[in-house]
């Protein structure tokens, strides 16, 4: 399918890059002000509440809890949700608009996740605050008003590459949470960054390829990193025993190859799992309501995916 008209229009506008090299700070802040303007009108939530959760080192971690307006009664599914930004940039308030927008979607609590942010903080450390989140929230289930048997590992890009490698360490652990489902929209998941897509669509696009390598750079310590599945899931040597799992991957996108791919992997293992090409969509289109129409589907396909999981079938 063509790109979609009014996002081939969005980049079409954006400024061409000057090649200075800008702070750390600046690059965040101007990402953060550049993605707000795409956002569309806020969604309807029935509830906003931030919690504080220690991590191992005592650093503090906020989960910010987003409760939909639904006719289902408590406790309801919850999705433990790693904001994208290449493990470097975006922000708890920036996801205000998008964790609503999948509270309303799905009908799922969704808990954001504060993580810290590489390069201060480089793995394994945004991925330890994630996973301390989760057990958080499935040890907290009873307050938080949740359901613990039916908990999402979710997140989008970099998000998604920690909510998948979570599940992995979830299942490894012998105390780890019980995650029933997985929700992963445009992850990241191999280092090497060798998918034909990374070719494909390593400019034009709106996430491009030495973007990706400046992320990976961000959150890796050295390059022998990327080869744990902790870091680069596709590289696994088993998905067996993993939670079902949503992957939603957008077309012009440099990601979508190895996000296919960990479907693909995932069901040849015996996982149930949804892959969703969506057609026309560039990186980030989670940000993207008030840009085009189309940015819609993400949040329908991630809605009746879990929906159907969790057996959320829609009441008067």
């Known amino acids: 399918m063509a790109l979609d008209p009014r996002i081939a229009d969005f980049l079409a506008k954006l400024p061409p890059a000057d090649g200075a090299v800008a702070s750390l700070d600046a690059l965040r802040a101007a990402g953060e002000m550049q993605l707000r303007r795409l956002h569309g009108p806020l969604e ?3 509830d906003i509440r931030t919690h504080t959760v220690l991590s191992n080192d005592n650093h503090p971690i ?4 987003y409760t939909p307006v639904t006719a289902h009664p408590a406790p309801l599914p919850a999705i433990v949700y790693a904001h994208g930004g290449g493990w470097c940039r975006c922000s708890l308030d920036l996801y205000n608009n998008p964790c609503m927008a999948l509270a309303h979607a799905t009908g799922c609590v969704v ?12 793995f394994p450390v945004p991925l330890n605050d994630y996973y301390t989140a989760l057990c958080w929230v499935a040890n907290h289930a009873d ?6 048997s039916r908990l999402v590992a979710g997140g989008d890009s970099s998000g998604g ?3 998948a490698a979570a599940a992995l360490r979830a299942r490894d652990d012998a105390r780890g949470p019980a995650i029933a489902h997985q929700l992963l929209l445009y992850p990241p998941l191999d280092a090497a960054m060798s998918s034909t897509s990374y070719h494909e ?7 491009t390829r030495s973007a990706m390598e400046s992320c990976w750079s961000a959150y890796l310590n050295d390059k022998a990193d990327g080869d744990s599945p902790w870091a680069s899931p596709l590289r696994a040597t088993s998905l067996s025993n993993l939670p079902a799992a949503t992957i939603i991957v957008c077309e012009y996108d440099p990601l979508r190859d190895e996000g296919e791919a960990y479907a693909r992997r995932l069901a040849e293992a015996g996982i149930a799992t949804e892959s969703h090409r969506l ?13 085009t129409p189309s940015a819609r589907r993400l949040f329908e396909l991630a809605g009746s995916s879990l929906k159907r999981a969790f057996n959320l079938a829609e009441q008067a």
């Open 161 to 163: 590459n920690l909510a």
């Open 62 to 65: 906020r989960v910010r809890a």
């Open 201 to 207: 669509f390593a400019t034009g696009y709106f996430l």
């Open 143 to 148: 307050e938080l008003g949740v359901d613990r």
């Open 44 to 46: 309807p939530c029935a």
């Open 279 to 291: 057609q026309g969509m560039v990186h980030a289109c989670i940000h993207m309501l008030g840009v």
């Open 111 to 122: 808990l954001s996740v504060d993580y810290r942010l590489a390069p201060e903080n480089k």
